[in-house]
């Protein structure tokens, strides 16, 4: 059950500054004899007013951990993230060898800290490792009989053989991405992506796999999966190949107005 999040101020510590009022995105604040005054507590609790108090005076009640205080917004080289976007590329060679507890909790905390459109927070994550090739051959099973259609829509599989590790690459750690939106859960996907490269993990997004989940009631039972989709998988695992060149792209289409 979700909790109840109520925003408080404190009317001793509030100054009556108003850069709660100018930065809430709802127009959820008042001035009233010099202090703020929360007009409804239905908004979308994206905690900016909390955020942005210099006195402290607003708080949000109902969650497990308390505001995390900075004096300067931490920022990311330029040049050393545009180095590191340059050098992807999807992963299907796996080394065996484990991903630790710790580094797949890192992964899904950039997931949770991703924003979501209204702040709706409606990303989840299923972890799939000690039974990942349970839910593998299912997913196999069913490519195999879907393949005389798949091969119809999708030049690729013409090719590619549908064989027991199609999905998972034999790599030792599977995170899905759920979500009923398609924008939140792939933004929320590709900020774990970068988290995962950061510990020198390779990603594989498996469509396929999202789509074998979507067509298979068996999967989606296994999985317990009774609200929302399977936006991606990310079939994770340290690479066990070495590419010495950037892969080349199409020039970006730009049209300014």
């Known amino acids: 059950m979700l909790k109840e999040h109520l925003i408080q101020i404190d009317k001793n510590l509030c100054i009556g500054c108003g850069q709660c009022i100018k930065d809430c995105p709802a127009n959820n ?77 890192q992964i899904i905390e950039a997931g949770r800290l991703t924003p979501t459109g209204s702040n709706a927070q409606d990303v989840s ?19 195999r009989r879907l393949l005389p259609v798949i091969k119809l829509i999708n030049k690729t599989a013409r090719e590619v053989p549908i064989d027991d590790d199609f999905f998972f690459k034999k790599a030792p750690a599977v995170i899905l991405v759920i ?53 991606t998988a990310l079939v994770l695992g340290y690479p066990n190949v070495k590419y010495h060149r950037t892969a080349q792209k199409e020039e970006a289409t730009i049209h300014y107005f």
């Open 179 to 231: 979500s009923k939106s398609q924008i939140n859960g792939a933004l929320a996907a590709s900020n774990m992506a970068l988290m995962a490269e950061s510990h020198g993990l390779g990603v594989l997004y498996s469509g396929f796999f999202a789509m074998a989940v979507k067509y298979s009631s068996k999967l989606r039972k296994q999985l317990q999966l009774k609200h929302g989709k399977v936006i």
């Open 29 to 105: 604040i008042a001035l009233i004899n010099k202090k703020a005054h929360i007009k409804q507590q239905q908004c979308i609790k994206c905690g900016h007013c909390t955020a942005i108090c210099p006195k402290k005076a607003v708080s949000m009640t109902g969650f497990n951990e308390p505001p995390i205080e900075f004096k300067e917004k931490t920022t990311v080289d330029s040049h050393q993230l545009m180095q590191a976007l340059k050098t992807r590329r999807t992963i299907r060679q796996f080394k065996d060898q484990p991903i630790s507890d710790e580094v797949i909790h």
């Open 125 to 143: 994550y299923i972890v799939l490792k000690d039974n990942l090739k349970d839910f593998e051959r299912i997913a196999v099973r069913l490519f």
